[in-house]
């Protein structure tokens, strides 16, 4: 064995120094194969004892053992050595004796690599001092920068003198302003001084080490690009440290009004200070204040519009002469969503119209009929406009049309074609149209030429794990229940799965697992354990279930002509596939059932006789239900379907089994929220049963800010049958969760509800009320959602929940309600506010519980003027 590859085995880092100095370069050339395979020995076990000793010299001798700098970077940076590291100092000591340009090749290879690949800035850094090269600007050249220089606990020194040190200073400050993601490094620390980022590059500026003017443009430059959070607060902190003079400020106006009108809110306010500076000095002409104003206005932020605002009135009091171009500007703020802005608004105009011309009274008073009814109303008597002139707009109700279910197109032709859409899938998960047309299509191929389908299948399945396992180690059960999409029937196909697994899988199910949606998972986990299993020992010519549309349902004719076939062919169905397909038959249209129902009958197998019961026993039933309320949840439990329970096989029973709100909730597997369409899919004439079991997961997008979950809620308003408490209870939840993208698929599905004619404003209103009482959701979430749905032309739709939701809120707030309701008054004033306006837009007429000792509360608080607001849309004027 070699003595230097005893010594990498051995960790002896001392010893290696000495043997590398000692080799030629052939010699060093010659052992590098031995090194190799070594390296493939330890990444069997990279966390064991010997990979952590070997792996630092191994780093070493292998980069000493290479002449070319792509291999040699390549080496230093493998994911396999990035956690055992050779020290920095030894790496550049082995490779010091190459050539310059040699070495500057190796570190521009390095800096080149991610973040992720964690090379040392340190061995970044000495190759550069050794070959004297130009310093790289790359991101993970400059983010090691950055962490070394702010690493002061070790030196004892400050961020500015060690800067001040930096040879490379410029070059490496100027990166920083072309380095993404970088701006929440010049926040650390928090206070300024020469200890901070910001106050150092700042002291430095002053000092002339960096050039002023490149400093400010480049921190103004970088707040123009698109950023996060972090990083805008980042350089918007320098560019507040670099304190600009009013001359500077002036000469970038133009950047300043871009920055106002669309920057995030934070660096919007600072253009917006300054620009206001610049206007009150006179050196901001009026048609440049309008034109900010024209941006600002329209921001979501109350704080910078109203701001706004009081610049205008300011600029306008200081000279009268500026109220033509301004009153105009101000008046944009007549279609705020906000009311409130619309009030500050009007009250800017009323005491400046005076300032006016005709011309700019007239555009005003046009302008004015965005106003809210009650301020519209005011505006006709201050701009001298006639009642008449200020009519609304009769409100028309608009919903989105009613969406259509997708026919399933037939199963690819060829294998070629099935392989494509395999390896889509796999990479997608697809929808539950892909995955039935996917699955019949490898069933019919399997029947008709296996070793074709198997040969282009080949590469599809290569990369996938099992696909080079040996299968005595993979094991049905462990694996590929928690994985829907395929994977099982084409580890069967390849035969990566033994037969005496998939027989057990048929035979004992997925018996033991207790969570919540255990019933479902085992129906859907059956059919494919089956189907697998047959494919093994009795191919299926086609599946009898496959769904005759997206939504999972099943028109009953195509499944009696089905089974025709299976009766000319002499096929046996499998049990799961015809359980499956009994689920999923359309059994609603009770003409068409019983049309289908005689000639199932006709047919005279046993499959015939079954479905032609199941066709004319009536439509999908419901088992009685009752709500629960447990851990600030309200869920839905069921009784036992006894539809679900005859003549099933074993692993559908549980669908007609009890739900309950204590129990079969642990030891939940079912993270992958791709599952649930096909869930939805497997009773697609009952959701009701599906909805109940998926209400847990839907609450957590609410009451623990789970992200995610909530994407199914469009599927599930799309699918069939009952809409009753659980569906409305998830849509409920969806509306108050935390994260926006959640929100927009629950407005998605009450629009799809009201659309189709299934939404319950009454339950769901009540509903949303009640859970806004139990803390599950928070009034702030839901007003944006309701917004949100609003502004789609859903105005009558919205008020006829929020009339049901408001009365428990008022009322609590009224009689300091059940304990801590109070406290939970906190956005209401929202809630009133979308209530108001969909109230206006809908011409809402009536009276509203509690509304009136609301409106009567002292102040002008957000909630009192909503409640006031809301008031006077509900009382219908003489003189309308």
């Known amino acids: ?126 190759l550069v001092r050794l070959s004297a090269c130009q310093v790289p600007t790359t991101q993970a050249y400059v983010e090691g920068w950055m962490r070394h220089i702010g690493s002061i606990w070790q030196r004892g020194d400050t961020v500015l003198t060690r800067l001040r040190k930096d040879p490379h200073l410029p070059q490496l400050v100027a990166a920083l302003f072309e380095t993404d993601d970088i701006g929440g490094a010049l926040q650390w620390p928090a206070e300024e001084g020469p200890n901070s980022w910001t106050g150092a590059l700042a002291q430095l500026t002053a000092e002339g080490a960096l050039e002023r003017g490149a400093m400010v443009h480049a921190c103004v430059s970088r707040l123009l690009r698109d950023g996060t959070g972090a990083d805008h607060r980042g350089f918007l902190r320098l560019l507040k440290a670099l304190d600009l003079t009013r001359e500077e400020e002036r000469e970038r106006t133009a950047e300043w009004l871009a920055l106002a009108a669309d920057a995030p809110s934070v660096v919007a306010s600072h253009a917006q200070s300054v620009l206001g500076g610049l206007a009150l000095d006179g050196e901001l002409s009026a048609r440049q204040l309008a034109e900010m104003s024209g941006g600002v206005l329209f921001r979501t932020e109350k704080k910078l519009v109203r701001a706004q605002l009081v610049l205008l009135g300011k600029v306008m009091a200081r000279d009268a002469a500026t109220a033509d171009e301004l009153l105009p500007a101000a008046a944009q703020a007549f279609g705020h969503e906000d009311s409130d802005v619309q009030e500050r608004a009007l009250k800017l105009v009323e005491r400046h119209i005076k300032k006016a011309g005709p011309e700019t009274r007239s555009e005003l008073a046009e302008t004015a009929r ?94 996938l794990w099992w696909a080079t396992a040996d299968a005595e180690h993979i094991r049905e059960n462990t694996y590929f229940n928690n994985y829907p999409h395929l994977q099982l029937v084409l580890a069967a196909l390849l035969g990566k799965v033994r037969t005496q697994t998939l027989h057990a899988a048929v035979q004992h199910g997925t018996t033991g697992q207790t969570c919540v949606h255990s019933a479902l998972d085992r129906a859907f986990q059956a059919r494919i354990s089956e189907v697998a299993f047959r494919i093994r020992t009795d191919p299926l010519p086609f599946l009898l279930s ?169 599927l599930l308003a799309e699918s069939g049958g009952e809409a009753g408490d659980a569906v409305h209870l998830c849509v409920a939840y969806g509306l108050g969760a935390r994260h926006e993208e959640d929100r927009l698929a629950a407005v998605d599905a009450l629009l799809v509800l009201a659309a189709r004619g299934q939404l319950d404003a009454a339950l769901l209103g009540t509903d949303l009320g009640k859970l806004v009482r139990e803390g599950a959701v928070k009034p702030l979430r839901l007003a944006d959602s309701l917004r949100t749905a609003a502004t789609t032309g859903a105005n009558a739709t919205i008020w006829g929940m929020l009339c049901h939701t408001l009365p428990l809120l008022l009322g609590d707030l009224a009689t300091g309600g059940p304990d801590g309701h109070a406290a939970k008054s906190r956005g209401l004033g929202e809630l009133l506010a979308v209530a108001a306006e969909c109230a206006e837009r809908s011409g809402a007429r009536g009276e509203l519980p509690h509304l009136a000792a609301a409106a009567s509360r002292s102040g002008s608080s957000r909630l009192v003027t909503q409640a006031r607001r809301l008031q006077g849309a509900l009382v219908e004027e003489a003189a309308a």
């Open 1 to 126: 064995m070699n003595v230097l590859t005893d010594a990498v085995r051995a960790g002896r880092t001392s010893e290696l120094t000495g043997l590398l100095d000692g080799m030629t370069d052939a010699e060093r050339r010659s052992v590098f194969p031995e090194l190799k395979e070594l390296r493939k020995e330890l990444r069997a076990d990279r966390w064991g004892v010997q990979a952590r000793r070997a792996y630092p010299p191994l780093q070493m001798a292998g980069a000493a053992c290479q002449s070319s700098a792509a291999a040699v970077a390549n080496w230093l940076a493998a994911a396999d050595m990035r956690w055992w590291q050779a020290p920095p100092a030894v790496l550049i000591d082995v490779l010091a004796d190459r050539e310059t340009d040699w070495l500057a090749d190796v570190v521009h290879r390095l800096a080149q690599r991610p973040p992720s690949a964690r090379v040392p800035y340190e061995l970044m850094a000495g």
């Open 370 to 463: 965005q106003l809210i009814p009650a301020l519209r109303t005011r505006a006709a008597a201050s701009l001298g406009m006639a009642p008449a002139d200020m009519e609304p707009v009769v409100h028309e109700e608009v919903l989105p049309p009613v969406p259509e279910p997708v026919r399933l197109g037939p199963a690819p032709e060829s294998v070629a074609e099935l392989a494509e859409e395999v390896g889509a899938l796999l990479a997608s998960r697809g929808d539950v149209a892909s995955f039935e047309r996917t699955l019949d299509g490898l069933v019919r191929h399997a029947h008709d030429d296996r070793d074709a389908l198997v040969e282009a299948l080949g590469p599809v399945v290569a990369r």
């Open 546 to 714: 496959t769904p005759s549309w997206s939504t999972g349902l099943l028109e009953p004719d195509e499944l009696v002509d089905r089974l025709a076939s299976y009766r000319r062919l002499g096929a046996r169905p499998s049990d799961a596939d015809f359980a499956q397909a009994l689920l999923r038959v359309r059994r609603g249209n009770r003409t068409a059932a019983t049309s289908a129902a005689g000639r199932a009958a006709a047919l005279g197998t046993t499959e015939g006789t079954r479905l032609a019961h199941w066709l004319t026993s009536g439509g999908p039933q419901l088992p009685a239900d009752r709500r629960r309320t447990a851990h600030a949840r309200i869920l839905v439990e069921f009784g036992e379907l006894g539809e679900l329970q005859d003549d099933f096989p074993r692993e559908f029973r549980p669908l007609g089994q009890p739900v309950s709100v204590y129990r079969d909730r642990w030891h939940c597997y079912h993270w992958d929220d791709s599952i649930r369409p096909h869930w939805l899919a497997l009773l697609p004439e009952r959701r009701e049963l599906v909805a109940a079991r998926m209400l847990r997961d839907l609450s957590t997008v609410a009451v623990d800010d789970i992200r995610g979950p909530a994407a199914v809620l469009p």
